[in-house]
């Protein structure tokens, strides 16, 4: 009956040293990664100084400008076209169009659905 009390407590003890071995290794992981981080930022370029940094140009801030724009006609042919032979490669030129009243929400509204506003104006 001893015998089988110290397979168990031999079982145990495997247990316990096998824990201590993984919690060795997992810290030694650690300060290691530490340790290459630590390498690795010593190497980076330092951070840009105060006279480094980016100026605003010499007429201030830009400006967003606002203006309308109008597509240009797709050219009509009898063969379907692919977007490579379209003019600017697929991408779609665009125009100064003339200056036209946007249109604006009524008044109280948020312009979209569940604004929170009054319905039915």
Excluded at 58 to 63: F, N, S
Excluded at 89 to 95: A, E, I, L, T, V
């Amino acid at each position: 009956m001893t015998t089988a009390w110290m397979d168990v407590a031999a079982g145990r003890g495997a247990v316990g040293v096998g824990l201590i071995v993984a919690g060795v290794v997992v810290v030694t992981l650690l300060i290691g990664a530490f340790w290459l981080g630590s390498r690795l930022r010593r190497r980076e370029l330092p951070p840009p100084t105060p006279e480094e940094q980016p100026r605003l140009p010499e007429g201030g801030p830009v400006r967003e400008v606002v203006e309308n724009r109008e597509p240009d006609e797709v050219p009509r042919s009898d063969h379907r076209m692919t977007p490579h032979e379209s003019p600017a490669f697929g991408n779609s030129p665009s125009r100064t169009g003339p200056e036209k009243e946007r249109p604006q929400w009524s008044e109280g509204s948020g312009g979209s659905f569940g604004s929170g506003g009054p319905g039915g104006r």
